[in-house]
């Protein structure tokens, strides 16, 4: 049963615009969440993060929003550069320390 | 610092095979794990550990055998390869409760014939 769920597949965005990435959770119990960024042929790399006492985190463009009574996960990129086109992934830390993530996203950020 | 060192970077494997795919850290890190990465499924967890002599299954286990005898190395292996088992393979280490230090190796592309 995927706990984790990233449901658009791809999103397109025009450089210089806002690029909103989005994930659904199932369980309330979750109380650390994740985002990865991934380029091909590399491991993914540590972007951000959020714990489930804060609604919303920031590093620079990107800004992550926790809303709990919707167990909804979204990760802002503004402004999307191209360099920001890469897979995205959630993930969540279940136990003491299990890391679970969607099925990713796909951001093309487009000049 | 080398990281997450993963070996081989590629291997093709004839169904029934079996074989190891190393992972090796160098920054004394107590959790580690194996992921694959298939098209449409994202990353999935397959076997983790929390320590030397610690594993536990993930959420496709099934067809993978692992051990963790030093806090280095966590080899994964596949004991009849079949062609579902064709996938990128990643290895990724953290220390223990720091939920966003995990480092991820560069992976292992594997096809099964």
């Known amino acids: 049963d995927q706990q984790v769920k990233q449901n658009s597949p791809s999103l397109s965005v025009q450089e210089g615009r806002i690029s909103i990435l989005n994930c659904d959770y199932t369980n309330s119990m979750f109380d650390y969440f994740l985002w990865y960024k991934k380029y091909p042929a590399e491991g993914p790399t540590f972007l951000i993060s959020i714990s489930s006492i804060k609604d919303k985190n920031e590093d620079g463009r990107f800004t992550v929003f926790l809303n709990k009574s919707a167990k909804h996960l979204s990760l802002h990129i503004v402004p999307s550069q191209p360099g920001d086109s890469a897979v995205y992934f959630c993930?969540?830390?279940?136990?003491?320390?299990?890391?679970?993530f969607g099925q990713g996203t796909r951001l093309t950020i487009n000049p | 610092n080398a990281g997450v060192t993963q070996t081989p970077k590629f291997q093709v494997l004839k169904t029934g095979q079996s074989m190891t795919l190393q992972c090796a850290q160098d920054m004394n890190h107590e959790y580690m794990s194996w992921y694959r990465q298939d098209p449409g499924m994202g990353l999935r967890l397959i076997h983790y550990s929390v320590g030397a002599g610690i594993t536990d299954q993930g959420e496709v286990p099934n067809g993978y055998n692992v051990s963790r005898s030093t806090t280095e190395d966590f080899p994964l292996r596949l004991l009849s390869a079949a062609p579902s088992q064709t996938s990128v393979y990643f290895c990724?280490?953290?220390?223990?409760?720091?939920?966003?230090?995990?480092?991820f190796g560069s992976g292992t592309r594997l096809t099964v014939v």
């Open positions: 990724a280490s953290s220390p223990f409760r720091q939920y966003y230090g995990y480092t």
């Open positions: 993930g969540i830390i279940q136990g003491a320390q299990k890391l679970v």
